[in-house]
């Protein structure tokens, strides 16, 4: 997708204060606003203006774009894909438009937050109305797959910005304790209810919202409460079966592999999966491994099984 540098939009500074980036988005925003352009492009520029302005005009978001705008290749016009996981630790309110106003590079950074009314510009208003309860913040928290088994608690670190009495915007961060609870998905969000923007008028505050997502691990991966575990096997126990205990997510089980392996073969545990009130289930892959021949018994040891089984192709299957 196309990066869009927002402070060149605004024609602002990076250092610009929110002043200056408020005042700039009302003087461009009278110029383009469709009602009363006669600009060609009036449409299209509107539309960038509103973006930049809700990611400069929020401390959160404005934070997680300047750092995002410090990876490589992050320059106007190029062709950009944000790192995995860039906004991990960051804490930003809800946007303001609706998902049908923002280009698809505001989507993929801040579209989990496009859930609230549409610009007031769009309705011929520059000033945002005040809403009485303050708005959801979004962060995520990487969680080991076996944080689902267990539950527990964990403390994280949020950044984000806020202005100081001069009206400059400074980092922030804040520790938050989370309590993990047993059974919880990727994707899910855990609500910490009041910790989310204060509200205006005495309303009260808003919410963060945590999304949950696991650590990459070489060992099992889940797919909703199914967990899928790699289970190697050697020559003879994929061809003649064997019983072995095997260290899963969910503790130590006994598992039976009958005789005859099959690639891209696989066996259900039932329940023993992600719990929940209907637990996923756990899938064994199997997969053959083949023990290396370092020695010359062992190196005897492949040469007699050759002989034992001389009509044996390998490569039958493939037509090779």
């Not at 609230?116 to 797959?145: K, T």
């Not at 005495?202 to 919410?207: E, K």
């Not at 259900?268 to 929940?276: A, D, Q």
């Not at 023990?291 to 005897?300: E, F, G, K, S, Y």
Request: with cysteine.
């Amino acid at each position: 997708m196309e990066f869009k540098d927002y402070y060149r939009i605004l024609g602002v500074p990076r250092d610009a204060t929110p002043e200056q980036v408020k005042k700039a988005y009302r003087k461009l925003a009278r110029k383009y606003h469709p009602d009363v352009s006669k600009e060609a492009d009036a449409t299209a520029r509107m539309v960038e203006l509103n973006e930049a302005n809700e990611v400069l005009g929020s401390p959160g978001r404005r934070a997680a774009y300047d750092q995002l705008q410090s990876q490589p290749h992050a320059h106007d016009g190029q062709d950009f894909r944000p790192p995995p996981n860039w906004d991990e630790g960051f804490a930003f309110a809800d946007s303001m438009g609706s998902e049908a106003d923002h280009s698809d590079f505001f989507e993929q950074l801040f579209g989990r937050a496009a859930r609230s009314r549409r610009a007031s510009a769009r309705h011929g208003s520059f000033e945002a109305q005040p809403a009485h309860r303050g708005s959801d913040h979004h962060a995520s928290i990487e969680l080991d797959l076996l944080d689902a088994y267990q539950g527990g608690e964990r403390t994280i670190a949020l950044r984000s910005s806020r202005l100081d009495d001069a009206g400059r915007v400074v980092a922030d961060e804040r520790k938050l304790a989370v309590k993990i609870p047993k059974g919880v998905r990727e994707g899910q969000h855990i609500r910490l209810a009041g910790h989310g923007s204060q509200g205006s008028g005495g309303g009260a505050a808003g919410d963060l919202l945590l999304e949950i997502r696991f650590k990459p691990d070489a060992r099992w991966r889940a797919e909703g409460r199914d967990v899928y575990q790699r289970v190697p096997l050697s020559p003879w126990e994929a061809e003649l079966g064997c019983t072995s205990t095997l260290r899963t997510p969910g503790g130590e089980a006994e598992v039976s592999f009958p005789a005859g392996w099959k690639r891209g073969r696989k066996l259900r545990l039932k329940g023993r999966g992600i719990p929940g009130q209907s637990p996923g289930d756990l899938y064994l892959e199997l997969d053959l491994v083949l023990p290396p021949a370092t020695t010359d018994a062992q190196r005897a040891a492949y040469a007699a099984m050759a002989q034992a089984f001389p009509a044996f192709d390998p490569r039958a299957w493939t037509g090779a």
